[in-house]
Nanobody
Framework: QVQLVESGGGLVQPGGSLGLSCAAS????????MGWYRQAPGKQRELVAS???????NYADSVKGRFTISRDNAKNTVYLQMNSLKPEDTAVYYCNAARLGHDHWGQGTQVTVSS
């Protein structure tokens, strides 16, 4: 049974930082591409950042220079470090594992940026 469990969400002031983690089980983590998506109220889910099994990264333009995705294959965990947070970063953040058209999703963690 595949499980992706996100943690680290919460409330932060504008300009602050927050780190998200996603622990995976039930998959051979090292062969999966991993990603973080987010969905704000009334909006479609969008890709925030992704990291390939080889470590190549990709970011949405809106988060470039502020967010960093990384992975630790020994811990079956992917991370998202978010700095200089803005109110428009407020959303539910989802972890995704993808390989050959097969997608697995976490349950999501709420990130709220507000003063």
């Amino acid at each position: 049974q595949v499980q992706l469990v996100e943690s680290g969400g919460g409330l932060v002031q504008p300009g602050g930082s927050l780190g998200l983690s996603c622990a995976a089980s039930g998959i051979i983590f090292s062969i999966y591409g991993m990603g973080w998506y987010r969905q704000a109220p009334g909006k479609q889910r969008e890709l925030v950042a992704s990291i390939s099994r080889g470590g190549s990264t990709n970011y949405a333009d809106s988060v470039k220079g502020r967010f960093t995705i990384s992975r630790d294959n020994a811990k079956n965990t992917v991370y998202l470090q978010m700095n200089s947070l803005k109110p428009e970063d407020t959303a539910v953040y989802y972890c995704n594992a993808a390989r050959l058209g097969h997608d697995h999703w976490g349950q999501g963690t709420q990130v709220t940026v507000s003063s």
